[in-house]
């Protein structure tokens, strides 16, 4: 495993090290486990904090939990189609099925994890996690409209996974 330490055998450079973005990409790294490609050091924070968002949304633990198990019970899938309203996290395209996979506090469930408020910025959290909901509710109207069938997984339920596979396996049968 590689050290988080500046990355930069320059003496000048290590000195400089600190004050530049290069702390934001390399500390990015270090914490998501990214290589630290060489126009990375270039990329504004806003890029990097995007980039960050994209992958915090895809490839989450609960959503790996629901790909494995799917897999493991032999059905063959796709991921984030975007050519599907809301942008599907796990599409089966021969059974006109979806999974949809939402962390309990970015899609508001209604289980502990969900009901925890933000306590700082709330004034920015309260109206993007109610965005967050009237955006899940539309997606879901507009591939229901499309002819898919949906099944919603929250973050919760994927602890219980035998629970899970087997509610998976009655969905997708
Ligand atoms: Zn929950």
Known sequence: ??????AV???????????????????????VGWPLGPDMKRRSKEQISEQMRSI?????????????????LGFRFRLHRRDLPGTPDIVFPSRRKVILVHGCFWHQHHCGLGRKQPTTNRDYWLPKLARNVTRD????LALTNLGWQIFVVWECETRAVEDLRSRISAFLR
């Open 137 to 140: 509710a539309q997606a879901e």
């Open 56 to 72: 915090r949304k895809k490839d989450t633990k609960p959503e790996l939990v629901v790909r494995r198990l799917a897999h493991r």
């Open 1 to 6: 495993m590689a050290s988080c330490g500046p």
């Open 9 to 31: 055998s320059d003496l000048a450079d290590k000195l400089h090290y600190f004050q530049t973005e290069k702390t934001v990409g390399h500390l990015y790294s270090c914490h």
